[in-house]
């Protein structure tokens, strides 16, 4: 008797449910989920005969709204290590086939064009000792490295 007077309490709740569902014109957002959702799966497979043509299609809705959100959710947490693997395997790729001789050439060439420092106004051109120093050099100098001619076009 208590297990036939839960299902008709639930079947108010469910109707209740239903009927806003109807209301807001089969809004999704008016569908099963969570706790209810998983009652009411239930109660589909236990009480199938019992459940009008309409409530069974308002729990059907509900499920399968829920498995879209579901695989919407997976779906995007599939995304972002597929571009990471993919950046990998790029970079891996273009330093296999780049020499490190044509690597630290781009770098020196990408270095000096970006960390020279421009001559003020006030400087004299013609006085070597006016001039501004590279930024790069300066920076290079106090961590020990030493520029190679070859690369950098000086002779």
């Not at 297990?3 to 469910?14: K, V, Y």
């Not at 300066?138 to 961590?143: E, F, K, M, T, Y």
Request: hydrophobic share 35%; aromatic share 8%; proline share 6%.
């Amino acid at each position: 008797m208590s297990d036939r007077q839960d299902f008709r309490i639930w079947l108010e709740g469910l109707r209740l449910a239903m009927n806003q569902w109807q209301k807001t014109q089969r809004d999704e957002k008016t569908l099963l989920q969570g706790t209810a959702l998983h009652e009411a799966k239930e109660q589909l497979q236990q009480h199938r005969d019992q459940l009008s043509p309409m409530e069974q299609e308002f729990i059907q809705a509900s499920l399968a709204q829920h498995l879209q959100n579901k695989n919407r959710i997976n779906y995007w947490w599939s995304v972002p290590p597929a571009l990471i693997i993919g950046i990998v395997l790029g970079i891996c790729g273009w330093l296999e086939y780049t020499t490190p001789g044509q690597i630290t050439q781009m770098r020196w060439k990408l270095t000096n064009r970006l960390t020279r420092v421009p001559q003020t106004l006030t400087d004299n051109p013609s006085n070597p000792n006016n001039r501004s120093t590279p930024i790069f050099d300066q920076v290079s100098n106090r961590l020990g490295w030493r520029r190679t001619p070859h690369l950098t076009g000086e002779r």
